[in-house]
């Protein structure tokens, strides 16, 4: 939701019920007291440092900041870092020239263990929760 006023422009980011209000001090003290007088309980927080368990770090004048969630890739690291340690890696999202083929009708299909197949899922989901939140750099790859 965006707001626009003389004061300038105050966003209103909504996910659920977490709210992040972005804008001049005065037009998001304004946008809240509206909120407010439609009976909407308002917790206000003055040092945003998290956000739908993101970390977030402002440059010293608070025009810039950092959003990331190294946690998730920490627990990443932890979970799958051992399978994937020996693999080549790559400047670009992908491996040029290369790209999966399914077996052919007939042709025996690789049998994976249910423990392997749940730990992928489970990777590719944290992997995908990135993408969402932080990391859409990496879409492609994922």
Known sequence: MMKKANEGIA???????DCLFCGTKSLIKQTVEDIKKWGL???????????????????????????????LIKNLEGKCGDMVKNLQTYRTPGTPNQGIVCPKKGE?????????????????????????????DIANAV
Not at 45 to 62: A, H, M, Q, W
Request: with cysteine; net charge negative; glycine share 4%.
């Open 11 to 17: 966003y209103v980011i909504i996910y659920v019920d």
């Open 108 to 136: 025996p299909r690789e049998v994976v263990d249910p423990e392997t197949h749940a730990m992928y899922r489970s990777g590719v989901g944290m992997l995908l929760y990135l993408v969402k939140h932080s990391r859409p």
């Open 41 to 71: 309980q308002v917790k206000e927080e003055d040092d945003l440092k998290d956000y739908l368990s993101c970390n977030i770090i402002f440059s010293k004048d608070k025009q810039e900041a950092w959003l990331g969630q190294p946690h």
